[in-house]
C-alpha cells in the first residue's frame, strides 16, 4: 500500500473550514487505497478511518487550542512541524506528500531533498490573510510574502488551491501546474422535529423568519455588514431574527453580545461553533442564508453547504464568491451593509424569486458536489503528483499511436541507426512511424532512412536550411496520436519514447524532453552545448516551462492541428521557430511539461565559427521572438528592446554568470572549467542581439518575410 504523508499545520480534527476539506481528502484518499500518515498539530480529535495514523507535534507549553490566522502560537508549532516532518522522510517511505498551507513553506524544500514529490494545498494565499496585520501587513513585508508564496508555487510538483484561487496561481507563476478544489457537501435533510427543537433553544417563535450566517467571526467575514443591515431588514419585516453560528468559544460569543447595538439585540442569536452533523439543522432553520465575505481569493467551503441545503443565498458580489455562485444560484450584491439589506429583504419578500435561486443552486450542487466525482477528481490529482517519480501511478490519455518527425540534411552516415533505434524503442502496443524530412541533402540521407525503415519526404535544395518548414511538413502528413519532434543529431537515451509515452498518459499534451551531453564530442563542441542547454539538461527537475527547444519535443496531434505550428519565416524561423507556437497553446491554457527522463544526447557540431555563428542567430532573432510571445524566462528584459541595443554586451555578463550557476546546482562543473569559451558565445549572443534587435526597431517592429541573418 502506498503511503501518503498529510502535513497540517491545524488542529485536526476541528470542526471548521481547512479541516474540514482534509477530511473529505483523507476519506477520499483511504477509499482509492491508499495509506495515510497525518502530520499535525497537538490539538483536536482523531477521527476514526481506515489506514489513518497520527503523528502530533510536541506541545511544550500546553496548548489547548489554536486561534484561525497567523498567531505566535501557530508560528511556534510550524517549528516543531517541519522537525517532526524531516524526521518522518527519513524514516518513512511515501508516495507523497501533501502539505497544507503554510506547511509547504518547508516541506517544499525538505522534500525536494528527499526526492519526494509534493503537493501544495493553497487553502487561502497567506499574504491575503496577513494585510491586515499591524507587522506583517507592511508593505515590505507582502513583498517578501508574495516572492515566499511565488516561490513555493513554483517549486512544488503540484499547487491544489481553493475554488477562486487558480487566476492568483497562474499569475503568480504561469509555469506551475495547479488544479482547482471541488469539494462535495455532506448536508442532508434536517429532521422537521430537529429544527422545531432548535427553534425552541433559539426561543425563535414558529412564525418568526430566519437569516444565517455559518463561519468563523474573523474580520474577513463581513459579519459587521450584516449586523449593521439588521434595522434595514427590520423596518419592513419586523419578525426577522438573524442567527449567527460560528463563535470560537462562550468568550467570544459573550463578548460580540456586549457589543451587539441595543436596537438589534433581541433580534441575534449568537451560537457557538457547533458540530458537522447539526450544521444542516441550522441551515434548515433559515429562510435565507448570508456569506458576507470582504476579503481573499478562496471560496468559503459553507458555500458548497449553502448550495446544497436548498435554500436562497444572498452573497456579496466579489471574485471569491463568483468563482462558484452566479446570478442564477445567488443574490450578489455589493459588500456594503445597505446592500445586503436590501438583498435580504428582497428574498424575503419575494418567495418566487428565492425559491428559483434555491433550487437552481440546489441543482448546482447535486451536479457538481457528487462525493463520487470528488473522489475521481483525487484521484487524478494524486495520479498526476505520483506520476512525478519512476513507479508512480499513471492516468490520463489512452495512447495508440506515435510519429517522430525528424528534419535532418545530409546526414547520410548517422539517421539509419538513429531511426532503427527509434523502432526499437517502441512501447508494446504503441504503433509508431518515423518520418525524415530531407531538408536538401547532397549525399545518400534519403535512401538511408529508407532502407531503416522510415516515410522520407524530400525538400528541393532551394528551400533548404529551414527546419521549421520541414517539421510543419511532416507534421501536416503523420497520424500519430502523439508528434514527437526530434533533432537528427540526437542518440536517444533507453526508454526516451516509452517516457515521452507516460507523460502523455498522465494528461500532459505538450513535453519537453531533456537534452543531454554525449561523451567524446571535440571541445569547441562541449562549449557550444554547455552554453545553450542550460536549463534542458536531465539533472533539472521535472515542471512546468515557459518554452522549450524543438529538438526534443512532443505534442498530441489534435491540439497540434488546433494551432499554427512552428514559425517559417525569418530570422525567427532559424532559431526560435517554437516560441510563437508554444505561447499560443499556454495563452489558450496549455502548459507544456519538462520531462528530464525523456533525455537524449544532443551532438552538438565542433567548431569555434559553429559556437559564435549559433549563439549570433539566437541573439538576432531573440527580441523579436520574445517581445511579441512572451515565452522566455527572462521576459521582462525583452519588453524595452530600445534599452537592449545598448545594453546587450552588459547583459552578456550577467547572462554567463546565470549559465554557470545553472550548471554548478547540477554539479556539471566542466561548464565552469570551459566559463571563457561560454563567455565568447555570449558575446556573440550580445552582437545578434544588438545588430538583429536595430534591426527589428528600424523595420517598424517587423521583420520582414524570409529574412535571416548572413550566419551561413
Request: charged share 25%; hydrophobic share 45%; net charge positive.
Amino acid at each position: 500500500m502506498q503511503r501518503i504523508l498529510v502535513v497540517a499545520p491545524e488542529p485536526f480534527y476541528e470542526d471548521r473550514g481547512t479541516p474540514i476539506a482534509l477530511r473529505h481528502l483523507v476519506r477520499a484518499l483511504g477509499e482509492l487505497g491508499f495509506g495515510v500518515d497525518i502530520l499535525t498539530f497537538p490539538v483536536g480529535r482523531e477521527l476514526s478511518l481506515p489506514h489513518v495514523r497520527y503523528f502530533r507535534t510536541p506541545n511544550p507549553l500546553g496548548f489547548k487550542s489554536i486561534p484561525i490566522g497567523f498567531s505566535l502560537r501557530k508560528l511556534f508549532l510550524d517549528a516543531f512541524l517541519a522537525r517532526e516532518l524531516l524526521r518522518r522522510l527519513a524514516h518513512g517511505r511515501y508516495a507523497g506528500v501533501h502539505a497544507v498551507e503554510e506547511a509547504a513553506y518547508f516541506a517544499v524544500p525538505l522534500c525536494r531533498r528527499a526526492g519526494v514529490p509534493v503537493l501544495y494545498d493553497m487553502q487561502s494565499s497567506i499574504p491575503e490573510q496577513l494585510e491586515n496585520h499591524s507587522l506583517l501587513g507592511k508593505s515590505g513585508m507582502q513583498r517578501l510574502e508574495r516572492w515566499i508564496e511565488r516561490w513555493v508555487v513554483r517549486r512544488a510538483d503540484l499547487t491544489v488551491c481553493s475554488k477562486g484561487l487558480g487566476i492568483k496561481v497562474a499569475t503568480l507563476a504561469p509555469e506551475a501546474a495547479y488544479e482547482e478544489w471541488d469539494y462535495p457537501s455532506d448536508v442532508h435533510d434536517a429532521d422537521a422535529e430537529e429544527v422545531a427543537a432548535l427553534r425552541r433553544e433559539l426561543k425563535i417563535a414558529p412564525e418568526m423568519r430566519v437569516v444565517t450566517y455559518c463561519g468563523n467571526f474573523e474580520p474577513y467575514q463581513g459579519v459587521p455588514l450584516v449586523l449593521r443591515a439588521i434595522p434595514i431588514v427590520a423596518r419592513d419585516i419586523p419578525d426577522a431574527i438573524f442567527v449567527f453560528v460560528g463563535a470560537k468559544d462562550e468568550a467570544q460569543r459573550l463578548q460580540w453580545e456586549r457589543e451587539l447595538d441595543p436596537a438589534i439585540r433581541d433580534r441575534v442569536r449568537l451560537v457557538v461553533r457547533q458540530p458537522r452533523e447539526r450544521i444542516p439543522i441550522y441551515l434548515a432553520l433559515a429562510r435565507v442564508l448570508v456569506s458576507p465575505r470582504i476579503q481573499g481569493g478562496n471560496l468559503p467551503l459553507k458555500v458548497f453547504d449553502y448550495m446544497a441545503s436548498g435554500r436562497p443565498i444572498v452573497a456579496t458580489d466579489i471574485h471569491t464568491h463568483r468563482a462558484l455562485l452566479d446570478d442564477d444560484t445567488a443574490l450578489l450584491v455589493q459588500p456594503e451593509a445597505e446592500a445586503i439589506g436590501k438583498g435580504i429583504l428582497e428574498l424575503l419578500q419575494n418567495p418566487v424569486y428565492a425559491e428559483r435561486l434555491a433550487a437552481a443552486a440546489r441543482s448546482a450542487a447535486r451536479g457538481q458536489g457528487q462525493w463520487s466525482e470528488f473522489v475521481a477528481s483525487v484521484k487524478g490529482i494524486f495520479g498526476r503528483l505520483l506520476a512525478r517519480r519512476p513507479g508512480g501511478v499513471l492516468t490520463g490519455e489512452a495512447i495508440r499511436s506515435v510519429s517522430v518527425v525528424i528534419p535532418v540534411r545530409d546526414s547520410e552516415s548517422s539517421i539509419g541507426s538513429l531511426v532503427r533505434e527509434i523502432k526499437a524503442q517502441v512501447p508494446n502496443p504503441i504503433r509508431c512511424d518515423v518520418w525524415v524530412v530531407d531538408d536538401g541533402s547532397t549525399d545518400e540521407t534519403a535512401r538511408r532512412a529508407e532502407e531503416a525503415g522510415a516515410t522520407v519526404l524530400r525538400r528541393e535544395r532551394a528551400e533548404r536550411g529551414n527546419p521549421a518548414a520541414a517539421r510543419n511538413l511532416a507534421a501536416s502528413r503523420a497520424s500519430g496520436d502523439v508528434l514527437v519532434f526530434l533533432d537528427a543529431d540526437c542518440e536517444p537515451h533507453p526508454r526516451w519514447l516509452e517516457e515521452i509515452v507516460a507523460a502523455h498518459r498522465r494528461g500532459e499534451r505538450l513535453v519537453g524532453g531533456a537534452l543531454d551531453l554525449p561523451p567524446g564530442l571535440p571541445f569547441w563542441a562541449r562549449v557550444d552545448y554547455y552554453a545553450g542547454w542550460y536549463h534542458v539538461h536531465s539533472a533539472r527537475r521535472a515542471g512546468y516551462v515557459p518554452n522549450h527547444p524543438p529538438g526534443n519535443l512532443s505534442v498530441r496531434r489534435a491540439l497540434w492541428r488546433e494551432s499554427q505550428g512552428f514559425l517559417e519565416t525569418g530570422p525567427a524561423a532559424y532559431a526560435h521557430e517554437e516560441l510563437g507556437w508554444q505561447a499560443e497553446l499556454q495563452q489558450s491554457g496549455h502548459r507544456l511539461f519538462f520531462e528530464p527522463r525523456a533525455a537524449v544526447d544532443h551532438r552538438n557540431r565542433p567548431g569555434f565559427g559553429n559556437l559564435l555563428a549559433r549563439n549570433y542567430r539566437w541573439g538576432y532573432s531573440a527580441v523579436e521572438s520574445k517581445a511579441s510571445s512572451g515565452a522566455a524566462r527572462w521576459s521582462w528584459v525583452y519588453r524595452y528592446p530600445r534599452a537592449l541595443v545598448f545594453l546587450a554586451f552588459p547583459l552578456v555578463l550577467a547572462q554567463t554568470v546565470y549559465i554557470l550557476g545553472c550548471w554548478a546546482r547540477a554539479r556539471k562543473w566542466e561548464a565552469i572549467v570551459l566559463a571563457p569559451g561560454i563567455l565568447a558565445g555570449r558575446l556573440a549572443y550580445g552582437a545578434g542581439l544588438a545588430v538583429g534587435t536595430s534591426r527589428w526597431l528600424a523595420r517598424g517592429q517587423s521583420g520582414g518575410p524570409g529574412e535571416r541573418p548572413r550566419w551561413e
